[in-house]
């Protein structure tokens, strides 16, 4: 028997006894990039921003940019299964000071390097803020694809336009053919994942599926958005919010 056979055979035993994180089985917990945006100052009742730029992975995204997002509660976006390093630039859209934050599901962020930060805060209308590396190297992202999460108010929430409910915590998968990821608390230290929220994936392949799940009474509105458009849209209160898309 050859090696090349041998090493087939091994991997197939092994992954008829523990899986191999295929799309739709046996998903896999892996460490991705979280990042929060939240309002500076606590008194505020809403905070208006823009996500000018998310690069992670080699890859940068700037399909929110020019959107203006309000919320009064904390808005997250995952990048994923990319790790460091990385660089978000978000913009203050009105008066109240905007805090944006970095951190890894399943662990902490590594030692920020000279010059980099973790956090910051913009300082009036129109000023940015730029957490991580600045001067990585990235290319435009093959496609703007991404989950959108958010939990109705008053029967309606969107993003960008209406954020909906803030701090609606929930879990659940995402991924496409090769690999299904779980979404959620991965240690006991990860804050819990709430609405509202984007996961970006830059690498997607082929199909994107996402299964959802509210861990409260309120409900979950779930979308797949391609290149800016909405292909698919599913809002459950007491069961899974299901999506998929060809892509």
């Not at 020019?66 to 203050?92: C, K, N």
């Amino acid at each position: 028997m050859n090696l090349r056979l041998l090493a087939i055979l091994v991997l197939g035993t092994v992954c008829f006894v523990g899986g191999c994180g295929t799309s739709g089985s046996n998903p896999v917990v892996v460490r991705e990039l979280r990042f929060s945006i939240v309002s500076a100052d606590g008194a505020a009742p809403d905070v208006g921003f823009e996500v000018a730029e998310v690069a992670a992975g080699g890859r940068s995204d700037t399909s929110l940019a020019g959107l203006e997002m309000h919320t009064s509660g904390v808005f997250s976006i995952f990048v994923e299964g990319a790790d460091t390093p990385y660089r978000l630039t978000v913009i203050q859209r009105g008066p109240h000071p905007v805090h944006v934050r970095a951190g890894l599901t399943g662990g902490p962020l590594p030692t920020p390097n000279v010059g980099e930060i973790n956090d910051a805060v913009t300082t009036g209308d129109g000023t940015s803020a730029t957490i991580g590396a600045a001067g990585i190297t990235v290319e435009p992202a093959r496609g703007a694809v991404r989950v959108d999460v958010c939990s109705p108010l008053s029967g309606a929430c969107s993003i960008p336009d209406n954020l909906g409910v803030p701090g609606v915590d929930f879990s659940g998968t995402i991924g496409d053919t090769e690999t299904t990821r779980l979404i959620g608390r991965l240690t006991s230290t990860d804050p819990p994942v709430t609405a509202p929220a984007i996961f970006l994936l830059f690498a997607a392949r082929d199909t994107l599926s996402a299964v959802l799940r509210s861990n409260s009474s309120q409900p979950l509105r779930g979308s797949i958005v391609i290149d800016g458009r909405i292909v698919t849209t599913d809002e459950a209160t007491t069961h899974d919010v299901v999506l998929k898309a060809d892509l």
